[in-house]
């Protein structure tokens, strides 16, 4: 009885609380739009296309794309960007050719070719835009975060 | 003259009414004995004047239905056109990009030299025979035929080394210097040294692809 009546008053609190909330106005990663309305959308910006390979944040990282993909079909009939980075085309296009490990299947058989859940390659490789990220990103790489330590300090 | 009297001197083996074939046969004997007889009231100016001005109209005539054939809105009169490959058109950059220049559907698809565009043309008979019996009136129809219609096209483009292309695209007029280091390095290799031409590495931008297996450049 005494937990309903306390669950009861912590409802009502929070309802009051949230509908204070709402007459303010945010200033959040929306912008000062108020809730009930739509604001302007961000300028789409173009695709990067240097073709300069981007050094990988992390080891692990799935490479960034650093090419203009604009048009790229990747469906069941076809894969453009297999149509580069096969291994048996990259003699053609000097393009790298796709990592190995994209040949296991999920059993880590290897296949002949590119295993049907590596096929769609912008599941995890994707082009770059540049853009001011609405959050300052402080991620430090690991490399540089072993620098910091002082000079023949361990490793 | 001639007709009344080849139909009256077969009549009595052949009954009493000539059958519509051989009175067809008689008209057009007529004609012919007309045709080869000598003017006998118009002077040889009038006729010579005449066949000008007939000609003129006729040949006015003539290329003016052809353009109208030639046209966007002709293509898309048909679901085939309108619902399968024009809507895959509207989401590529021949359709919509930043200059605001596009092509249509002739600009790639009809040859722009006289000779070759009669030719195309009467090639495109065959399409109104796949119109009448409906060969890829269905979406699903349309998809189990893609491969051969991109292969006719492939085909063309590549014996006239994507003259079609090149209308618009003039190598001699493409400034490398502003494209994207991977296109700068693929024409000096591949297209300025003639090795390759437009459509070897330019499939599928206009349209969607086909089955792309044991397609040259494809996995």
């Known amino acids: ?155 | 003259m001639t007709a009344t009297a080849t139909t009256e001197g077969r009549q009595p083996t052949e009954g009493p009414q000539p059958t519509p074939w051989r009175r067809a046969l008689a008209f057009a004997l007529a004609v012919w004995h007309v045709l080869r007889g000598p003017s006998s009231v118009f002077s040889l100016g009038v006729l010579v004047l005449a066949g000008f001005v007939a000609g003129i109209m006729f040949w006015g005539a003539f290329n003016t239905a052809l353009e109208l054939t030639n046209t966007e809105a002709f293509c898309t009169s048909c679901h085939e056109m309108q619902a399968n490959v024009f809507e895959e058109l509207k989401t590529t950059i021949h359709y919509s990009n930043r200059s605001g220049v596009r092509a249509h559907c002739p600009d790639c698809h009809v040859p722009h030299n006289w000779t070759n565009k009669i030719v195309r043309k009467l090639q495109a008979s065959k399409e109104v025979w796949g119109k009448i019996f409906g060969t890829i009136s269905t979406r699903e129809k349309f998809v189990d035929h893609r491969l051969e219609l991109a292969i006719h096209e492939w085909a063309r483009m590549k014996a006239n080394d994507s003259l079609e292309c090149r209308n618009c695209h003039s190598d001699q007029s493409m400034d490398i210097t502003r494209q994207s280091p991977r296109a700068v390095d693929a024409h000096q290799r591949f297209l300025f040294t003639k090795e390759k031409t437009c459509i070897d590495c330019h499939k599928g931008i206009a349209h969607q692809l086909p089955d792309m297996r044991n397609v040259p450049g494809w996995q």
């Open chain 1, 1 to 155: 009885m005494k937990d309903d009546l306390r669950a009861l008053a912590a409802a009502i609190l929070i309802g009051l609380a949230s509908s204070v909330a709402v007459a303010q106005d945010f200033s959040a990663l929306r912008g000062a739009t108020p809730l009930d309305q739509e604001g302007p959308a961000p300028r789409i910006t173009p695709e990067q296309n240097t073709s300069l390979r981007e050094p990988r944040n992390y080891p692990e990282q799935p490479p960034v794309i650093p090419h203009s993909i604009e048009g790229y079909e990747v469906s069941v009939n076809g894969n453009k960007c297999l149509s580069c980075h096969a291994r048996g085309r990259t003699r053609e296009s000097q393009a790298p050719m796709i990592s190995i490990t994209h040949f296991a299947d999920r059993d880590g058989q290897f296949l002949a070719s590119v295993s049907p859940r590596r096929y769609f390659c912008t599941e995890c490789h994707v082009p770059q835009h540049d853009v001011r990220p609405p959050v300052d990103n402080d991620f430090v790489d690991i490399d540089t975060l072993l620098t910091k330590a002082p000079p023949g300090g361990r490793r």
